[in-house]
């Protein structure tokens, strides 16, 4: 069936790096945009980053310009979230989703990112 | 960025109610907005999709109006499962942005 899956996350150090992935599959993942989400009780449902499926078109959030890369490998039907300089505001559920005519049709699970000393 | 304020932040009603959730954009969006429901310890699941289309799979009571800066998000007849919490979403540009949620509660 059509799954995405989030791996990666943890605790990690103020000013430390992770890279989160998300595997696909039951679809086409190289036709579709991706897009990072995270959530946390402080600032609610926040969209990230999104990538097209050649990789030619990124995007991001202020918040997030400048320290974290999205990226994807479509020979593995896989998207990432490199995330550097961490911050303690950077604490929540990380999402990924499969972008359709501008919404978001299929998440993830979620995978917990704790920023924290 | 463009600012999406929901009302009201929380919503108790019977099962066979209507109820009604509205979203406001603070500029004009066109029916650049969607909306989705989340369940405890889930993700968000897409239920309309430009202003009013219904997504495949989603019940029929679920129903979604408006354009410009205002929106609704109504359900014809309250089932128990569809207490959770709603959210709606502008994709005018980037950075889309979220609406702080509606929490629906059964009375």
């Known amino acids: 069936q059509v799954q995405l899956v989030e791996s990666g996350g943890g605790l990690v150090k103020p000013g430390g790096s992770l890279r989160l992935s998300c595997a696909a599959s039951g679809f086409a993942f190289s036709d579709y945009f991706m897009v990072w989400i995270r959530q946390s009780p402080e600032k609610g449902l926040q969209w990230l980053s999104y990538?097209?499926?050649?990789?030619?078109?990124?995007t991001y959030t202020d918040s997030v310009k400048g320290r974290f890369t999205i990226s994807r490998d479509n020979a593995k039907n896989s998207l990432y979230l490199q995330m550097n300089s961490l911050r303690a505001d950077d604490t929540a559920v990380y999402y990924c989703?499969?972008?359709?005519?501008?919404?978001?049709?299929?998440w993830g699970q979620g995978t917990t990112v704790t920023v924290s000393s | 960025d463009i600012q999406m304020t929901q009302s009201p932040s929380s919503l108790s009603a019977s099962v066979g109610d209507r109820v009604t959730i509205t979203c406001q954009a603070s500029?004009?969006?066109?029916?650049?907005l969607n909306w989705y429901q989340q369940k405890p310890g889930k993700a968000p699941n897409l239920l309309i999709y430009?202003?009013?289309n219904l997504e495949t799979g989603v019940p029929s009571r679920f129903s979604g109006r408006g354009s410009g800066t205002y929106f609704t998000l109504a359900i014809s007849s309250l089932q128990p499962e569809d207490i959770g919490t709603y959210y709606c979403q502008h994709y005018d540009d980037v950075p889309y942005t979220f609406g702080q949620g509606t929490k629906l509660e059964l009375k």
């Open positions: 500029q004009d969006i066109n029916t650049y």
């Open positions: 990538i097209s499926p050649t990789s030619s078109y990124i």
């Open positions: 989703a499969r972008r359709k005519i501008d919404a978001f049709d299929i």
């Open positions: 430009d202003a009013s």
